[in-house]
């Protein structure tokens, strides 16, 4: 089996990446580097092919995608406040560079193709928890160029017959994560602050989110590429666990061990108020279920940040 990884470099798309090359599967990764790491594959480089290109130059990119089995497209520009200031840039990746990905797997043949969407294409919640039939009203470019992107994946699956499934993963947590990114998460930015003995900032508290461990959301990649039935389907990835931001905070200062308090600011202008997922379609279609335990997973960010941040 051939797979290629769009964005390999990120965050999940590191993850996923050394999970198919424990496989034994054979593993292409397209990456510009324009916010990925190529530190974050260092460990399996040797076991993969790794073609630094812009999804957004189809010249480029077509060629690689030659006798593949399988695309998982996580290529993407993912900050929030980048497609506020820049939504033309923001479109470009997430909408034409994603047409390109989506043209290349059709004209190759590519068996399979799981598109990884996001959350935030349904915007505010009018119903919790949130199933896949929620309406979709996303609160910036971001959002609306992932709905965008998945919205065309399913035309190509409809049109062209390209075996295509999205996911749409949550608040994904876990070790690789950058604290000083902008959409690096209040987990990794709480840890960050508690390791270097400085209280977490909770704006307001009582807000509430669905954080899904890093490897809980690769199994869901990978059941969605699998699973006969996930064609044409889209699916919540997450953990289905509602926690309010004070609770997080309080939990982690709990696993560090230190005495620190919490320092309260007021809430955040656009802030969702509560997230959850209904993750019930993901667990009869695909057989999703997620493993790793908010306590666990909180572990083993601080493992890996404490290597990095502390002296």
Known sequence: MVSIVTGGCGFIGSHLARRLVSNNEDVKIID???K???????????SIEFFKVDI???TEIKSIFKDVDTVFHLAAQVSVFNS?????YDASVNVLGTLNVLKAAYENNVKRFVYVSSAAIYGNPVKLPIDEDHPKNPLSPYGLSKYTGERYSMLFNALYELPVTAIRPFNVYGPGQNPDDEYAGVITKFVSRILKNQSPIVYGGSQTRDFVYVSDVVDGILLAAKVKDAVGNSFNIASG???TIEELAKIMIKISGKKLAIEYAPPRK????QSVANITKAKQI???SPKVSLEDGLREVFKYL???LVE
């Open 306 to 308: 404490e290597t990095r």
């Open 32 to 34: 510009d580097l324009s």
């Open 286 to 288: 695909l057989g999703y």
């Open 241 to 243: 666990t509602e926690v």
């Open 270 to 273: 656009g802030d969702i108020k």
């Open 84 to 88: 506020i200031e820049d939504p033309s």
């Open 56 to 58: 957004r130059n189809y």
């Open 36 to 46: 990925g790491d190529i530190s974050r594959i260092k460990d399996v480089i040797n």
